[in-house]
């Protein structure tokens, strides 16, 4: 019987989520607590707004939660910390096994994709951990969307552990035990709700808003420019609708669209970007009057440019939804460059035909 | 949610399919069932190209043209000449959710 011990004899760093360790036969292993911390929650704000992420890892290797002893399930995780603090979580009141792959901190699904939650990965960490001493069975329960990577048949004839492919969410784990190892289809089908979408913008809208300040400029330095130089007065007060604009396109594109995805109308990312990305547009131009509706040449840059802008946006969205797949989105952008270059070179052409003429040029 | 029709590259050959029920266990998004003992497409323009069905089918039966479904990932290929990855690697990107 594994029993509670100091941790002394442990080695390695303790993490903050240890609550004491566990003796087996593979040497001690770390009991990871269900509970969160502040910091916890912290670190999965961090994660979901920026870059932090990427060196967001607990180490990996085998971890217990509870009391398990050698009839206790194992599931496999990723080391990306929020994956595994979801899981630790989730199987609060069990006693199991948790073995944490090394996926440089990325999660499970992504992963997945990678190959670093894979077959070779699982069986090294078997091995390492000495799984076969600490439990009697050869089971082992990983996450649906590790399938991706892992080769359920590959990992038995390696090691004789035999994989079941639980549900998606860690949060069904409870009631995936409780029902005997069976699925759902509702917790074997991933879902994409309002709220998963909208968790999901901040990491659209950051990186844009870091080529948001380009964008300022170049308008800026458009509307500015005179045979004299620069006039900064002058830019700020014409440029200021096209600023609004620009801004609301990113808007659009980044958290407008993916939030009410179900609702705007087409199944292409690029069109439903185009069409949210008309209406600030529409509401600047014809609704608030902020610009001249008579100077055609900006009415149609304005038109031409921000749905275009919002569209683009929209189109990167592709990479974090969780039903677009490859061929889908090789084909929205084989249509959509084109457009979009064209779009922009024109609107390029537009804007020089325009200075021309405010300068009297032509 | 439902994307784009008919470009799924999802490939399924019910001679090869032995039944054993793992490409329904795998999918996330309920493409295969069982029917009576042989596993069968419901709907293919739901498939997101994810490639664990094929990844996981002993049998040979399944294949799908799976890969990195990020917009960004794809036009950096098509810049650099590289595959598509994805843009965890980097801090300038953010493809995975």
């Not at chain 1, 002394?8 to 993490?15: G, Y």
Request: aromatic share 10%; proline share 5%; charged share 15%.
């Amino acid at each position: 019987m594994p029993t509670m011990q100091t941790l002394k004899f442990v080695k390695r760093e303790v993490p903050p989520f240890a609550a004491g360790a566990l003796h087996t036969q593979a040497g001690p292993v770390y009991r990871a607590t269900s509970n969160w911390s502040g910091a916890d929650y912290w670190g999965m704000i961090k994660s979901r707004v920026s870059a932090f992420r990427m060196s967001y890892a607990v180490p990996a290797g085998l971890y217990a939660v509870g009391d398990p002893d050698k009839d206790s399930d194992v599931f496999v995780s990723a080391n990306y910390k929020l994956s595994f603090d979801v899981l630790r979580r989730s199987l609060k009141g069990m006693n199991a096994w948790v073995l944490a792959l090394d996926t440089k901190s990325i999660n499970v699904w992504c992963a997945a994709g990678k190959g670093t939650f894979g077959t070779d990965e699982l069986v090294a960490k078997i091995a390492e951990a000495k799984l076969d001493t600490v439990v009697s069975h050869r089971r082992l329960i990983l996450p649906q969307l590790g399938a991706v990577g892992v080769n359920a048949s590959g990992v038995r004839k390696k090691t004789g552990f035999s994989v079941s492919f639980g549900p998606v969410h860690a949060r069904d784990i409870p009631a995936y035990v409780r029902a005997g190892y069976k699925k759902t289809k509702e917790i074997s089908t991933i879902r994409f709700s309002l709220l998963d979408r909208m968790v999901l913008t901040p990491m659209e809208i950051n990186p844009a808003m870091k080529k948001f300040p380009w964008i300022a400029a170049g308008i800026l330095l458009i509307f500015g420019l005179q045979p004299s130089g620069i006039l900064f007065k002058e830019a700020w007060f014409n440029s200021l609708p096209f600023l609004v604009m620009a801004l609301l396109a990113v808007f659009a594109g980044a958290f407008v669209t993916p939030v009410l995805l179900p609702f705007v109308p087409f199944r292409s990312f690029a069109i439903k970007g185009w069409i949210v990305g008309m209406l600030p547009v529409f509401l600047s131009t014809h609704v608030f009057n902020t610009i001249d509706r008579h100077d055609t040449i900006l009415l149609i840059v304005a038109y031409l440019l921000f749905p275009a802008l919002s569209s683009y946006l929209a189109l990167q969205f592709t990479g974090a939804t969780t039903f677009t797949g490859m061929s889908g989105v090789k084909k929205e952008l084989k249509i959509g460059l084109p457009i979009y270059i064209g779009t922009a070179g024109i609107s390029l052409v537009l804007m020089i035909v325009f200075k021309l003429k405010e300068w009297g040029v032509v | 949610m439902k994307y784009l029709a008919n470009v799924a590259t999802l490939q399924y050959a019910p001679d090869k399919c032995t039944g054993c029920g793992r490409c329904v266990e795998v999918c996330p998004q309920g493409v295969f069932v069982l029917r009576q003992k042989l596993a069968a497409v419901t709907d293919k323009d739901l498939c997101m190209e994810c490639g664990a069905c094929a990844m996981n089918c002993e049998f040979g039966a399944i294949s799908v043209n799976s890969g990195v479904g990020c917009a960004a990932a794809l036009i950096n290929s098509m810049v650099t000449g590289r595959p598509p990855s994805c843009g965890c690697d980097s801090t300038a990107a953010g493809c995975c959710g």
